[in-house]
């Protein structure tokens, strides 16, 4: 038979994939699912128990968190990339080490196809195929969903129709649960207008109080919780668990897609949106201007390239190369109040800090200069503008 690698969610486009191209197509079909944050051992067992009823040949989880952790969301910290202002690429930033585990996979047990259940309307068709091709090109790549132009109905009328029973009526939302932040669809964000109802998000509201907690940054890396040090993924596993609890991280997000059309999605994100405050408020206080100033535009590329799927260009290296050499002195505690629905950031801590009152304090007392070179400072810096506007006064 012919062996063919699939992308496997356990969803219904990929429950669809594995039975059509098993029963259909008369494939050899090996499900993998990459676990990049958010399930549960129980979640993965039932993942594979449906995967089998689907007429997989084999099953297998790759746990990928770490990984995930080293290869994207590290730089994510250190860019604090948020997409339009908003999006901590949640949902784009996993599918890229999904599609490289994925490959990966693929090639280590001679398949020579590989699936996956991406509509063509969508940025994950883009992600996958270009992941794929790039690494495996003697790989074909098959994607039922895209070719066939299926309906949601379409595929639950197709599985029923083969004994396949599941829960799919009832799921009036698409959840996707990572470690950098969980994306919801539904009705809602398919139009412009409507917001998300409440039940719609993952964590619901739990703590009607405040609570004030303790963030240690190690070069741009979060390493301790309240005093409590861990791997960084652990810890941010362990920032989440703490601040959904007060249904923080929520947002919609509206951007461009790869394929040229406006896209909105919803997200609940607490430690990504807190991780990335904290962290940027920390550099505001131990790096220059001019790092600052660098650091945005090529972080912003970064989200860029990475949220349209272009991870394996060397130019991403190149940045990561900057973002980690612009970290060596971003370490110290963020103090940030947890508050029903937000947050705030209180101060920081740190060894680094440039606002230092040895040179001064602002707004108050100069201990750097005097007030003769404050006015030469002044006259000088102002020469161009003044020459511009005396030249051209009467213009």
């Avoid at 829960?167 to 412009?192: C, R």
């Avoid at 860029?304 to 272009?310: A, C, F, K, Y």
Wanted: aromatic share 10%.
């Amino acid at each position: 038979m012919k062996k063919l690698v699939l992308a496997y969610s356990g969803g219904l486009d990929t429950s669809y994939c594995a039975v059509h191209l098993s029963k259909d197509k008369g494939f050899e079909v090996h499900a993998v699912s990459v676990n990049t944050g958010g399930f549960s051992k129980s979640e993965i067992e039932n993942i594979e128990r449906n995967a089998y009823k689907m007429g997989v040949k084999t099953y297998k989880n790759i746990d990928a968190v770490k990984s995930y952790y080293q290869k994207v969301i590290k730089y994510l910290i250190f860019g604090n990339v948020l997409k339009n202002n908003t999006y901590p690429l949640s949902v784009s930033a996993e599918r890229i080490i999904q599609a490289i585990e994925i490959i990966e996979y693929a090639k280590s047990v001679d398949a020579k196809y590989i699936a996956h259940g991406s509509t063509g309307a969508g940025n994950d068709q883009v992600r996958f195929d270009m992941i794929f091709q790039t690494l495996a090109p003697e790989i074909e790549i098959i994607t039922p969903i895209r070719d066939e132009k299926l309906s949601r109905q379409t595929e639950i009328d197709y599985l029923k129709a083969n004994g396949i029973e599941l829960s799919w009526e009832k799921a009036k939302y698409s959840v996707n649960k990572g470690l950098w932040g969980t994306s919801v669809g539904g009705q809602e964000t398919l139009t412009s207008e409507k917001p998300l109802p409440e039940t719609a998000f993952p964590s619901q509201l739990e703590s009607q109080n405040t609570q004030t907690i303790k963030l240690t940054f190690e070069k741009g890396e979060l390493i301790a919780l309240n005093d409590e040090k861990n791997h960084p993924e652990k810890v941010i596993e362990n920032l989440n668990n703490l601040a959904s609890k007060f249904a923080i991280g929520r947002d919609i997000h509206v951007g461009d897609t790869i394929v040229g059309i406006k896209g909105r999605v919803g997200f609940e994100a607490a430690a990504a949106l807190i991780t990335i405050k904290a962290h940027h408020l920390l550099e505001k206080h131990t790096l220059t201007k001019w790092q600052m100033q660098h650091k945005e535009y090529l972080s912003s590329f970064y989200g860029m390239h990475l949220h349209e799927g272009q991870f394996l260009d060397p130019v991403m290296r190149n940045i990561e190369a900057f973002l980690q050499s612009s970290q060596k002195k971003v370490s110290g505690d963020v103090m940030v109040t947890l508050k029903p629905y937000h947050f705030s950031l209180d101060g920081i801590v740190s060894k680094h800090d440039l606002m230092n009152a040895k040179f001064g304090s602002y707004g108050e007392e100069n201990k750097g200069w005097t007030a003769d070179e404050a006015k030469g400072f002044i006259k000088i810096i102002g020469n161009q503008n003044k020459i511009y506007h005396q030249v051209n006064s009467e213009s």
